[in-house]
């Protein structure tokens, strides 16, 4: 049996919270064939304690993914293990540009005129990849800078490599890169992923990226995502998330397999459901049948990925009687957990069961109560989103392949 290294010395310690039912949290092995799940487990452990290992684990979902306080605690959480520098940051966006809310954990500045397509607003122009969301300018003098570190004292965040992913409406237009006042860099482009990759002789924690023009008509660009890299090998955990987003939204996104195809992930975290089940014509059945699409094509892209299915948190949903406004219960949640057990077995993978471990039905209540969760009994406060991130990480300390 496959095991992680001594867990118990890096397990984080969790408040005593009576609303968090520690005994299940867990990542539950569902499938009949155990192989991914071992080469999962075996992988990560290279990973993480391998000096020469690489893994790359995507977690993708809609606004709880976005903000990143989640998905970097856990990237945090595991790259402390290793007792070396981090590895590569995964792929980011500057959302800001896209006026939403941006992570805190890199500042994203900019100037110039921008337009922004998602994948959660329908009729988008603009074709859209992994990321699900982009931003365009016809504005040559635009830029977006971006500082990986931008509140702490060490660089935990470098890269000698850049890939930016996008396109332009001619070759005449390019981006180029800004590393400092004197250095300014132009990139080889990859016509087979349309992304545009700079190397770089050291490593850097910030960057501007500009444009090229070489002729006066006007042009566009549009950028579709970020992956700063380096060459310290490790686990990459990636963190792709657009508010409000559905598993149809993302199917939706024409670039989806040719952007991953660049991170070749290893493990996909699915967290992507809560906006599913709030659709008025939500059934079990579309929601599994669009799961089976998603999986599908990243199986395209990487047949050996392991999955991991988040349970939905529990919700509520928002009730408006005249002026007077009460909170129903989402039981579609309930219902969505069996949903995501069922994919777990049908695709030989395992789910970290949320929606129990937080209580079940009625228990975001509870959760607000210890100001773990919003006033809107669907999202979750910073405190309460870097506790998941904490017991996310412990679940996966604790992994074994028993199927219960």
């Known amino acids: 049996m496959p095991t992680l290294m001594p867990a118990q010395s890096y397990l984080k310690d969790i408040h005593p919270y009576d609303c968090v039912i520690d005994s299940l949290n867990k990542i539950e092995f569902l499938g009949d064939d155990s192989l991914g799940f071992c080469r999962f487990i075996n992988k990560m452990n290279l990973a993480l304690l391998n000096p020469s290992s690489q893994m790359n684990v995507v977690h993708i979902g809609g606004s709880h993914v976005q903000a990143d306080i989640i998905s970097n605690r856990i990237r945090r959480n595991l790259n402390d293990i290793s007792n070396k520098p981090y590895s590569s940051r995964g792929i980011i966006f500057p959302y800001s540009v896209a006026k939403t809310n941006n992570p805190s954990n890199y500042k994203v500045t900019y100037n110039g005129v921008w337009t922004a ?21 016809n504005d040559m003098s635009a830029e977006i800078s971006i500082d990986l570190n931008p509140s702490d ?56 990226i500009a444009f090229r ?8 660009f549009t950028l579709t995502g970020i992956m700063p890299e380096n060459d310290v090998p ?75 299915f988040i349970t939905n948190n529990d919700s509520f949903k928002k009730i408006k009687n005249g002026k007077k406004t009460h909170y129903r219960v989402n039981e579609n949640g309930d219902n969505a957990r069996e949903v995501f057990r069922a994919l777990a077995e049908k695709h030989d993978g395992a789910v970290w069961d949320l929606f129990a471990i937080m209580g079940g039905l009625e228990s975001m209540a509870k959760w607000e109560q210890e100001e773990l969760a919003k006033k809107d009994k669907i999202h979750f406060t910073n405190k309460g989103y870097a506790l998941l991130g904490d017991l996310f990480f412990n679940a996966l300390m604790r992994l074994d392949i028993e199927r219960e």
């Open 153 to 208: 004292t060490i660089a935990y965040w470098q890269f000698n490599r850049l890939r930016v992913l996008g396109y332009a409406s001619s070759p005449a237009v390019f981006p180029i890169l800004k590393l400092d006042d004197s250095l300014c860099l132009e990139p080889e482009f990859d016509k087979l992923t349309s992304s545009y990759l700079f190397r770089m002789n050291e490593s850097y924690e910030t960057l501007t």
């Open 213 to 220: 023009q070489n002729d006066s008509i006007p042009h566009s």
């Open 117 to 137: 397509s998602r994948n959660v607003i329908e009729g988008y122009v603009d074709t859209l990849g992994v990321t699900g969301i982009a931003v365009t300018t």
């Open 234 to 308: 490790g686990l990459v955990y990636h963190a792709i998330g657009v508010n409000g987003a559905d598993v149809p939204d993302y199917l939706s996104c024409k670039n989806f397999e040719r952007d991953l195809s660049l991170i070749k992930p290893d493990a996909m975290v699915f967290a992507i459901g809560i906006n599913d089940t709030f659709d008025k014509d939500y059934s079990d059945s579309a929601f599994m049948a669009h799961y089976d699409s998603l999986i599908y094509k990243i199986k395209n892209v990487a047949p050996d990925c392991f999955f991991i």
